[in-house]
């Protein structure tokens, strides 16, 4: 489960996080990742406020993906697999995980992977911009 302190809860929040950040999808899910923005603290901010903030993870499971039950299913399974990766972000960091229809079909481990993969790729979107131009 998620700490309180490590999860988006505002609307807010989810706006800013889709605004500023880079987006990536993998299987069943669209991660947008928002690192901290240095500017958006002040010179009087201590750096030990910066270490002491936490990444947060916020998530979209909408209505195309099932019903009720199927969709409290794949939110406790992002859940789930977000909070094993959130030690392995930089603090400060927003990262909102959408779940895509795909992702009602995808168990636990694919879930996991896909979501792995699309952070990986939101964190880093160069490379995979130079394979593209590759081609």
Wanted: proline content about 7%.
């Amino acid at each position: 489960m998620l700490p309180a302190d490590a999860r988006i809860r505002s609307s807010r929040d989810f706006g800013a996080a889709l605004k500023r950040g880079s987006r990536a999808a993998r299987g069943g899910v669209v991660v947008h990742w928002a690192p901290e923005r240095t500017a958006a603290h002040s010179e009087t901010t201590p750096p030990e406020a910066d270490a002491n903030r936490t990444a947060r993870a916020g998530f979209v499971v909408s209505k195309a993906v099932g019903n009720a039950v199927v969709r409290n299913k794949v939110k406790r399974r992002l859940r789930h697999a977000a909070a094993a990766e959130l030690p392995h972000w930089p603090a400060g960091t927003d990262v909102v995980v959408r779940a895509t229809p795909k992702a009602a079909q995808r168990d636990f481990d694919e879930l996991h992977r896909d979501l792995t993969e699309a952070v990986k790729a939101a964190r880093d979107p160069k490379p995979a911009r130079e394979q593209r131009s590759r081609r």
